[in-house]
Structure formats: C-alpha cells, structure tokens
C-alpha cells in the first residue's frame, strides 16, 4: 500500500498544489510555518476523512475561500484507488471514493491506512487518558467499520444521555432506556479495546526489548472503570449491574461515571508505572514502541503495510532512537517532515523524494 499523488486546492495555505510521490521515502523539508504539516495533513485526510489536528472543518479551508478540495490516488494490493474530499464553508464535506459517493465515514475504512506520529504522540504516556483514548480510537476505527460504528452509536447515546442528566427532573425509567443500548454497545468497544490492547502489548514489548537491549521490559495494560470479562453475557451483566449501583452518582454529578468513556491504558517498565515515575527518555521509548506496534498491528490485521507521517518528529528523538525508527520502516511508505535535510535518512533507502515547501508552494523537488 502506498499513496501515489496528491492533488490540493485552496486547502489551509496552498492555492493549487499537485505532487507525485516516491513509494519508499518522501521528505518534505522546509522552515517553519510553510505548510509541511499541512500537506500530510491532507495525506491523512484521506484515511478515515478527518484531520488529526482539528475538529472545525471550515479551519482547512484557505482563508478568503468558499471551499477546498483533497484529492488522494493509492494503490492497495496492485488495484488503484481515488479518494476525493470536498470541504465547504457551512455545509457537510462531501467524500467520494473511486467516483463513489462515500454516504457513510465508515465506507471509506479500510481503505487508505495511515499512521501519525508526531511530538505530541512522545507525551502520550503522560498526557490526560483523553488522548490515549483517542489513540485507541483512531487505530481500530482506520481498520474496523464495526469499531467506527459502535464507537459512533455509543457517543451519541451517551451525549443523550448526559444531556437528559443536567435536566432539573429526572425518570428513571428513560434513563433505562438509554443504559440498555450503552450496555450493548459499550461491552461491544471494551470487547475490542481489550483485544487490541492486548495486541499492541506484544507487539510493543518486543519492539521495546530492541530499542534496550533488552535492559527493560514493557508491559501495556487495558484500565477500565468497568470489570473486563471475555465471555460475552457476563460482561453485558457486569456493565448493566455498574450502571445500576453508579445511578444515584450519576444523578448527583449530572454525568455518567462510568463506562468505555472513562477508559485509560497505563504502561510498565520493569513493573514500574512509567507515566508516574519513568524518566521523560523511558516515557519517549514507550511511545516509540507504540507507535511502531500501530505497524505491525496494521499487518497482522489487514496484511497490509500502513503508510507512516513523520510530522517533526525525528528532532525530538535522540541519535539511538532515531537509527532505531530508520532502521525499522523500510518495508513501509514515509513521510518526513523536518527543517533540513538528513542524509543518514536518505542513505538507508533505495529511493526517496525531497520536496522543498515554502509558504504552501513546492520550490524544489528532487528524485534520489
């Protein structure tokens, strides 16, 4: 799998921008504030139909423009194809795929497979369990429209019923009526945040072994609010009986307390708990070694090698650390976005594309 070109108008700084891309290695080098994260965020568009940096829609759109447009060609498994989004000023983006109208984000899952990593992602162990929860989220809804679906149904559930909770009266008995279907669904997204979890655990302790020689050991963990059980009916009775006992807090505090919401991920290193006593250099391998387990969790799921934005984030890693990644990508697509060049980079790779961005206009591009 790899993304072949990309064509961009009126999308954040760039006018009209079309590029073909090298298969291997493309570095997008330029000074600061030029459009490099720009363009691999129009990259990333193309795998679920959302930015990794904002909520807010109309923020892609040139300033003074009406519109944008993202257009993504790909091959996957020899066969090509076209994604196609059209983002409008106060109306609903329009997706299209292979010419198809796309009526549903999940339609489009499954199809482009991206991996994001940039600084931000090296505070993951730290940072609040929102952004863990979002990396979860991120990684099963790219590859399973099951999970992009029970995810969606269990939000909007959920919004309702924490609306109804702010309410001055509140009946038990509507309440029932949405804690029946958070239940189902809810059991459903532990079920598989569990499993990958599980996964990314393996994955990531041997990819850890490496980057330490073997020095520390990495353990993930899945943290819920809500007893786990692997047996289907159990764990839909465990959640009903938690909604039940938490019923009188979730009145009191106007929101519901518990369920897949509230779930968190903690890492281990040597049984110590990284995010409390780990040095920032132990906090920054972990999330090495997470992100390069997104990898190897794509492969194993899908048989595909999932394409790698590196957005900045080679200055933040050490010289050990950064020889580690390089050596490790070489079966994958990348995309690199740095100040200046690194020719170590360039050197471990058969081919490779540099393209020189400056205020949203490409002025060099160089085949190597």
């Not at 993304?3 to 080098?29: C, G, P, Q, V």
């Not at 795998?47 to 009406?66: A, C, M, P, V, W």
């Not at 899952?109 to 989220?137: A, W």
Request: hydrophobic fraction near 35%; charged fraction near 35%; glycine fraction near 4%.
């Amino acid at each position: 799998m790899y993304i072949k070109s990309l064509e961009i108008k009126n999308f954040r700084n760039y006018e009209d921008f079309s590029i073909e891309f090298d298969k291997n290695l493309n570095i997008i080098i330029g000074k600061n504030a030029q459009g490099k994260t720009n363009l691999i965020e129009a990259v990333f568009l193309s795998s679920i139909g959302k930015s990794f940096r904002t909520s807010k829609e109309s923020d892609l759109i040139k300033f003074g423009e009406e519109n944008a447009i993202v257009r993504v060609s790909a091959e996957k498994k020899v066969i090509d194809t076209r994604v196609e989004i059209f983002i409008r000023k106060n109306f609903k983006k329009a997706i299209k795929k292979d010419g198809n109208t796309v009526r549903k984000t999940s339609e489009l899952i499954d199809n482009i497979i991206i991996v994001i990593f940039s600084p931000e992602d090296l505070k993951i162990v730290k940072d609040e369990p929102e952004k863990r929860r979002k990396f979860i989220d991120r990684e099963l809804a790219q590859i399973k429209p099951s999970y992009y679906n029970c995810l969606s149904a269990y939000k909007k559930i959920l919004m309702q019923r924490n609306a109804y909770l702010k309410e001055d009266r509140v009946d038990d008995d509507v309440l029932l009526i949405w804690d029946r279907q958070l239940v189902d669904y809810g059991s459903s997204l532990m079920k598989m945040r569990k499993e990958f979890i599980d996964k990314i655990n393996i994955f990531s302790g041997k990819i850890h072994d490496n980057i330490t020689n073997r020095k520390e050991n990495l353990k993930i963990t899945y943290d819920s609010n809500i007893k786990f059980s692997v047996d289907e009916k159990e764990q839909r009775e465990i959640f009903k009986n938690a909604m039940e006992n938490s019923l009188s807090t979730d009145k009191k505090m106007r929101t519901t307390t518990r369920g897949p919401h509230k779930d968190d991920m903690s890492f281990f290193v040597n049984s110590v708990n990284v995010r409390n006593f780990g040095s920032q250099g132990q906090q920054r391998t972990c999330a090495l070694s997470l992100k390069l387990a997104e990898l190897d969790f794509i492969k194993e799921e899908t048989g595909e090698k999932g394409i790698l934005l590196l957005d900045d984030v080679m200055s933040e890693l050490d010289e050990e650390r950064r020889n580690y990644l390089i050596r490790s990508l070489k079966e994958n697509q990348i995309f690199v976005t740095a100040t200046d060049l690194d020719q170590n980079l360039v050197n471990n790779y058969s081919s490779a594309k540099v393209i020189e961005i400056s205020n949203g206009c490409g002025t060099n591009f160089i085949d190597i």
